[in-house]
């Protein structure tokens, strides 16, 4: 059991609840606690079925490389046996686990390999809700888990055109609760780095009326990321970013934080995101083609 690499449920024991079975796997000594926890589409043994791996001869290596990716990509974040079971028990954030799904191969006839389908979202140990792929980049931006993404945008002189941007965060971000009559007001500052790396337009980012605009660009549409993560969790009524963490500043005692009722009180939550980027365009070459008169 130690080789285990990764645990399936279907998506309907997700929402009748794992309690009992998240319990026993913790107790296991057999498996190790960062075995990724997810759930699937339909029935799991049916996952298992149509998953055929065609350049991996090794399934166990497989799923390996798939699961890692959190490393390096945004379509997805580190959902490890360890970390579900224990923000099942806690009372300061809310678990979530990958959600899977199996795409057919265009070019081979019964052949299907895993895919992302965003992050399934739990309430104690029962699936309540689901956060889909395009607002996994706010989950990461928030929880500080963002390696590598890339975002297009239109050029700031010419809409018709388009422009790609790569983002990585610099530091974690910094968090400020306060609550006011049941209200958590939270505050979230949120740090990246963004290098333009395409331009399909002939606007000189080097000029710094550009650059600026630009980044003002980057910089609201990261926010609109967060917020509409932040908007969707409080929707569901799951603190997934573990919020509850710096809400207890306000307490001095865990009692106090008990009679707080995080868990009740989150979905009241107000948001305030502050983005703070430093943009980088200077390994790209601008032409100007000049006017024919």
């Not at 290596?61 to 099942?88: P, V």
């Not at 191969?105 to 399934?120: C, H, I, P, T």
């Not at 929880?143 to 945008?153: A, E, M, N, P, Y």
Request: glycine letters at 4%.
């Amino acid at each position: 059991m130690s080789h285990v690499k990764l645990i399936v449920y279907s998506e309907e024991l997700a929402r009748s609840g794992l309690s009992g079975h998240i319990n026993n796997l913790a107790n296991n000594t057999q498996i190790r606690p960062k075995t990724t926890v997810s759930v699937c589409r339909g029935k799991a043994e049916d996952f298992f079925k149509e998953v055929t791996p065609i350049l991996e001869v090794s399934p166990a290596r497989y799923y390996d490389l798939i699961l890692s990716s959190f490393n390096y990509t945004s379509e997805t974040a580190n959902t490890e046996l360890i970390n579900f079971y224990t923000a099942t028990q806690s009372i300061e954030r809310e678990a979530f686990t990958i959600l899977l799904k199996t795409t057919k191969n265009g070019d081979e006839k019964g052949s299907s390999n895993v895919s992302f389908d965003g992050l399934a979202v739990f309430k104690g140990n029962k699936m309540v809700g689901e956060i889909v792929p395009s607002l996994v980049r706010g989950h990461l931006l928030v929880s500080g888990g963002l390696q590598d993404l890339t975002i297009t945008l239109p050029d700031v002189q010419d809409t018709e055109k388009t422009l790609t941007v790569n983002i990585k965060q610099s530091k974690s971000p910094k968090f400020d609760v306060k609550i006011e009559k049941n209200i958590p007001k939270i505050k979230i500052d949120v740090y990246i780095n963004a290098r333009l790396r395409s331009v399909s337009s002939t606007t000189d980012y080097l000029e710094s009326e550009n650059k600026y605009a630009l980044n003002e660009e980057i910089k609201e549409n990261i926010k609109l990321a967060v917020l509409d993560y932040l908007n969707k969790i409080k929707e569901l009524d799951s603190d997934i970013a573990a919020l509850g963490r710096f809400a207890k500043k306000n307490v001095l005692t865990h009692k106090e934080f008990e009679e707080l009722d995080w868990p009740s009180i989150f979905k009241n939550s107000e948001f305030e995101i502050n983005v703070h980027s430093e943009l980088n365009v200077y390994q790209i070459i601008f032409h100007k083609i000049p006017q024919k008169e």
